[in-house]
């Protein structure tokens, strides 16, 4: 860096003879020069205008150089401004004072131009290297936490889904066994019943003690009731395979591409295996989902991970609406979480909403809410990756959008964007 032509230097000094030698000799190296004859006015001029680096004298009226300094790494829109002391002082006592005080080097009075020019040459480079170092830091810490994001977004999704997957497995095959087999079930039962009327028909004087057992196993009831039960075996047996298909759809496996894929089977095999969050409990009635769903095309998605975006909106509108709860009676409490779907008035992309009548959020909150390790639950309950998850998934992976309005006590909404074709 031969010439500071880019480089600001702010020279503050209550000597005109000192701030016209030091300003020439910079001049002619190609910095840009700014002079202020107080602590004051250099305190005023880095406020407007932030300099690469200042020459400080320490001995001025008013507040002196030291006091300058303290307050200008004091603050947090200064403190990263390199600064020198000027100052015929040569004790060690004044040099330790100013260096804790955060000056990064003296020059002593009288100046000799090579040393000035020497020393601001080696503290702009130095400057430029931890501007440069800082910048290599944050880009790679940004990679990190993407890094980081993608490995948990992948081992997370690798052992819900198999455990989803497996767990479906094992349901489906006792089920199967039991759904084939009710309606022969009920086929021998209307089978025995009508072997009974055949034997009430052809042997109307029954044995008393037949007679008695009918009346004590009430055979009248049971002609009316049993087939009953197997109908209710049959629904009980029927709402089983729902949650198993609900289990394989939201497990579904992705590929290294993208799939065509309904939006609305994802969101209804969540609801699904959120059923057991939904239901009414001690505490509050049930949580009311209202769907209004729009005609929509397939997309081409990554199903399983869009489906671990629904859960984890739908799980974290569950949460705001039971927060939300406390303090109100159980008929006070009206909980409702509303999931729209429609297409953009372009129709190249869906939208998805969702929301909820729940505590809301502050706008201090929302805008944290996508953060890295942001969390507004307390220990134990939240990691803090969930939405930054959902970010990256409908972000940078479908190359869609997701944001969130919220007013604080009435609820919140987050809107999904998606592309019906990105690929």
Known sequence: ????????????????????????????EGYKVAIATSGERALQQVERRSPDLILLDVMMPGIDGFETCQRLKANAKTSHIPVIFMTALTDVDHKVKGLKLGAVDYITKPFQEEEVLARVKTHLQLRLLTQNLEAQVAEKTAQLRKSQIQVIQSEKMSALGNLVAGVAHEINNPVTFLSG??????????????????????YPQLHPKIKEEIENIDLGYMREDLPKLVGSMRE?????KDISTSLRTFSRADTDRPVSCDIHDGIDSTIMILKHRLKANDNRPEIKVIKNYGNLPQIECYVGQLNQVFMNLLSNAIDALEESNKGLSYEEIV???????????????????????GIGMSTEVITKIFEHLFTTKGVGKGTGLGLAIARQIIVEKHGGTIDVNSDLGKGSEFIITLPINNY
Do not use: H, W
Not at 186 to 191: E, K
């Open 1 to 28: 860096m031969a010439k500071g032509l880019t480089s600001l230097i702010l020279i503050v000094d209550d000597t005109p003879t000192n701030l016209d030698v030091i300003s020439e000799a910079l001049s002619n």
């Open 181 to 202: 087999n009710i309606q022969p079930a009920l086929d021998y039962i209307n089978d025995l019943f009508g072997l009974i009327d055949l034997v009430q028909e052809k």
């Open 236 to 240: 009980g047996v029927k709402r089983i």
């Open 335 to 357: 909980n409702e979480i509303t999931i729209k779907t429609e297409l953009s008035e372009d129709e190249k992309q869906v939208i998805i909403r969702i929301k909820d009548n």
